[in-house]
């Protein structure tokens, strides 16, 4: 079944998952010559669809695809998995403040020598 | 079906897009305990991964991802995917009339 809108899709699926974790798989379907682009969730019993040919859609390929990592290679609730992706971003944000800082901190101290 | 690290997978990977520029690719995950069905007793301990794989109709790689790797594999796969991918998508038609 397609569905045309993005975020009912991305509801249901991820609803569709938690329902039968371990029946439930995430496909992504690319066709090179016709530039076609299709994301399906099925557990065997449901089948949702998406379907797309736009480049602005590959946000939502990297939207969907980050959530269902974290669900499939946790197996927790998308909540904490969320969390868990968002606190490792901030982290690597203030990994790479630092060494920004660290870098102007030795510039700095080159200037000085 | 080969079973590959992770790192070699993506390689893998780029290259089944690469090679397939008039084909089709399929990426399928799930979850799994990578243990045969007809187990009888299910094992309550069983670790369970995600499993990738990925088919060009030709060739087939796999590969798993634990709890602790994947947010650095999810990350690495979905830019290889848009890079692929990003040509052959339609870019959004602009709007001629501005009003």
Known sequence: MYIEDFEAFYQQSVELYKARPLETRYSIKFRHSEGKLVLKVTDDRTCLKYKTDQQADLRKLERITSIFFPLMACGELPAEGAAGVEAGQQQQQQQAGGTQAAGASSKKARRRG | ?99
């Not at chain 2, 007809?38 to 990925?54: G, H, T």
């Not at chain 2, 594999?73 to 709007?95: C, H, N, P, R, Y």
């Open chain 2, 1 to 99: 079906m080969v079973l590959l690290e992770s790192d070699p997978f993506l390689n893998e990977l780029h290259k089944m897009y690469d090679r397939n520029k008039s084909g089709t690719v399929w990426v399928t995950m799930k979850r799994t305990n990578m243990k045969p069905r007809k187990s009888k007793k299910p094992n309550p301990k069983a670790e369970y991964v995600c499993l990738i794989r990925a088919n060009d109709g030709k060739r087939h790689i796999s590969t798993t991802v634990s709890a602790t790797q994947y947010a650095k594999f999810s990350q690495s796969m979905v830019i290889i995917m848009k890079g692929a991918m990003a040509d052959t998508l339609k870019k959004k038609e602009k709007k001629k009339d501005k009003q």
